[in-house]
Nanobody, 123 residues
Framework: GQLVASGGGWVQPGGSLRLSCAAS????????MGWFRQAPGKEREFVTT????????YYTDSVKGRFTISRDNAKNTVFLQMNSLKPEDTAVYYC?????????????????WGQGTQVTVSS
């Protein structure tokens, strides 16, 4: 099974993007999901996570109030709605699945990773 991330692109500061992460080849039922990002020259960092089936979410401080994670379990898809984007949000965004119903902020606790989608915020 794999995760396929999409929806990235270029947007001006203050704009919005919606990322999607679709699972194929297997179901991610009873998996928590997460989004991470990696800016050029920096380590991959946690952005947000959502539990299974979706009642609990957690965000890193820098995106609280601007980003929203959600999931459509019937479609095996996770979304990241990003509003009020800032230049410092520029990064490759990765979705990941964790073999647990509880989400996590730790990269090493995720079992499957998508290929990443580039988000660029600039004027």
């Amino acid at each position: 099974g794999q995760l396929v991330a999409s929806g990235g692109g270029w947007v001006q500061p203050g704009g919005s993007l919606r990322l999607s992460c679709a699972a194929s080849g297997r179901t991610f039922s009873k998996y928590a999901m997460g989004w991470f990002r990696q800016a050029p020259g920096k380590e991959r960092e946690f952005v947000t996570t959502i539990s299974w089936p979706g009642g609990s979410t957690y965000y890193t401080d820098s995106v609280k109030g601007r980003f929203t994670i959600s999931r459509d379990n019937a479609k095996n898809t996770v979304f990241l709605q990003m509003n009020s984007l800032k230049p410092e949000d520029t990064a490759v965004y990765y979705c990941a699945a964790r073999r647990s119903i509880v989400g996590s902020t730790h990269i090493y606790e995720y079992d499957y990773w998508g290929q990443g989608t580039q988000v660029t915020v600039s004027s």
